[in-house]
């Protein structure tokens, strides 16, 4: 029977979600969304933040600490990634997105295998003060790893929004994707500004993993789940808008909410896809669109 205490609860546990979509499909929003490169293997650089997550809680860091620090070292691995790119495919011509579509491809096949050798099939989970507890709000008792890992979602979408919009490097990223020949003749060199920018989109997805691991037990073929759901928020936000992302991915979150608590778990992994459908079909440009 319907209920609007039951719709209420849905819509506050959408809104957490949301958030934490958000951040996971930030750095998506910036390689795939300002820099045009087909990141099909940014759900797996999250799974892989979230096991490199666990091995630091394994001698007692917390997961939220472990995932700052992740951020640099991911950061230098972007850059190699996207450099390795650059040279390899944007750089020979126009075929770059067809090739590097197979090359983000093989990249998370890699990964996937390479954790399952190194850790195998099983689950993994983090320990912390606040997993395991809950708030309470009102009759309703929310786990306080959710509260947290939205927190340090709002922060970090709201960080890097910011970064974009009042740096010179981050609107040098903008206007990467916007005119990358004026960009040229203001002196600045687009590949540094890719590369920085594509390291910056990998450094972000360390802290998204740990917020990931934080949320439920990992697995090396959890990248499959997200993949959707990360493409869904930023088609859905439009290419590049930050704020768009944080939006989106509200609007993702409680949409699955509320489709999981009035039909089941079942139809709620297709509520990304569906969304994705709509939106293309209607507004392609996307909802704050370029």
Not at 32 to 46: E, R, S, Y
Not at 48 to 75: C, E, H, K, N, R
Not at 209 to 226: H, Q
């Amino acid at each position: 029977m319907f209920s609007f205490q039951l719709l209420f609860e849905a819509v506050v546990f959408g809104l957490l979600v949301g958030c934490f979509y958000a951040a996971m499909s930030i750095g998506l929003s910036i390689s795939f969304g300002l820099l045009d490169v087909p990141q099909l293997a940014h759900p797996a650089f999250l799974v892989l933040g979230s096991y490199a997550t666990w091995l630091l809680t394994q001698y007692g860091w917390d997961p939220i600490a472990a995932g700052a620090v992740l951020m640099l070292p991911f950061f230098f691995f972007g850059i190699l990634v996207y450099r390795f790119y650059y040279e390899t495919f944007e750089k020979r011509g126009s075929d770059a997105g067809v090739r590097g579509l197979a090359f983000f491809f093989g990249i998370a096949f890699i990964i996937e295998v390479g954790l399952i050798l190194g850790f195998g099939v099983d689950q993994r989970l983090v320990e912390a003060s606040y997993i395991g507890s809950s708030v309470e709000l009102g009759d309703m008792r929310i786990p306080q790893r959710m509260v947290v890992a939205f927190g340090v979602a709002l922060l970090l979408t709201t960080a890097l929004s910011l970064y974009l919009a009042k740096t010179f490097t981050g609107r040098a990223i903008k206007a990467v994707a916007q005119d990358e020949g004026a960009l040229r003749l203001m002196g600045v060199n687009p590949v540094h500004i890719k590369q920085w920018a594509f390291g910056i989109a990998t450094a972000v997805t360390a802290l998204a993993g740990a917020l990931l691991i934080i949320i439920g037990p990992v697995e090396p073929s959890l990248d499959r789940v997200y993949i959707g759901r990360t493409f869904c928020v930023v088609v859905l936000a439009g290419l590049g808008s930050m704020s768009g992302t944080l939006v989106a991915g509200l609007i993702l979150g409680v949409s699955e909410s509320i489709v999981l608590t009035l039909f089941g778990a079942s139809w709620a992994p297709a509520v990304a896809f569906g969304l994705l459908l709509v939106m293309l079909g209607i507004r392609p440009q996307g909802l704050f669109g370029r």
